[in-house]
């Protein structure tokens, strides 16, 4: 199983939110090419990168620091944030990142979806990020009305890649992932997926590597905050 540090960029600071409030974040001393420079020393592989500024404006505004980290170290960038045309797409994976995670414009337009999944074959995420059983879109601020298992049904055989599942309730909020309804996303869906929010725990970590069709876990605050070990955490990887 695939383990993806965090690091979520605003203001070109490495931060942390609660539940994707942005009236409800930490900033970390520590810049986002130092943070994925300390991933990479302690022999992390796969780095889960948010621009939130791309998340708040629609554009790569952070496009040089994601350029500067998958340049600087050779690790396997899976980033989003506010990705809704082809030619952001085309951006990102030109400066070498490995995934091009699609959010919100995916669920608006599902044409948007198949059509990048057509162009970069193997490229493309799709991120689902629920509260409640029901998509959320524009940074989490509002309901797509749309379940999510419905959704995934729809899109299932597009082509993507690799799908995140988020627990928006979790996120942030170190209580744990929610195990039962990734379980039920990871049966449905045609690909790997990876899960996130609420991860708390070394013994998270453990319990997630038992889950069938599941790639990946994503961790943030919990490693920013202290309460996972990066060494810890280096003795998961495979």
């Known amino acids: ?30 810049s986002p090419v130092e943070q994925a420079g300390k991933f990479k020393d302690h022999g992390f592989k796969n780095l889960h990168i948010v621009d939130l500024d791309g998340a708040l404006t629609g554009k790569t505004i952070n496009l040089d620091i994601i350029q500067d ?7 396997n960038i899976e980033v989003g944030g ?15 990142a490995e995934k091009v995670i699609l959010g919100s ?23 689902l990020d ?6 959320s879109v524009s940074g989490w601020k509002e309901n797509s009305n749309q379940f999510t ?13 690799r799908l995140i599942y988020t627990d928006i309730n979790r996120d942030g909020m170190k209580q744990g992932p929610n195990f039962a ?7 449905i ?35 920013y905050d202290g309460d996972i070990k990066l060494e810890d955490l280096a003795m998961e990887i495979n």
């Open 130 to 135: 629920a509260k409640g059983g029901y998509l």
């Open 82 to 96: 506010g990705i809704r045309n082809i030619d952001s797409v085309h951006k990102y994976i030109d400066v070498g």
């Open 181 to 187: 309804e990734t379980f039920k996303v990871s049966e």
């Open 105 to 127: 414009a995916a669920i608006r337009d599902k044409n948007f979806l198949k059509e990048a999944c057509k162009r970069y074959p193997n490229k493309i995420a799709l991120g």
């Open 1 to 30: 199983m695939k383990i993806f540090p965090a690091i979520d960029i605003k203001d070109k600071k490495c931060v942390r939110l609660v539940k994707g409030d942005f009236d409800n974040k930490t900033e970390y001393e520590i």
């Open 149 to 161: 298992l419905e959704y995934l049904k729809e899109v299932n055989d597009y082509g993507v890649s």
């Open 69 to 75: 980290i998958v340049g600087k170290f050779n690790l």
């Open 189 to 223: 869906s045609n690909c790997p997926v990876v899960m996130s929010g609420g991860v708390s725990s070394i013994e998270d970590v453990k319990k997630a590597k038992n889950l069938k069709n599941i790639e990946g876990i994503i961790i943030g605050k919990a490693i």
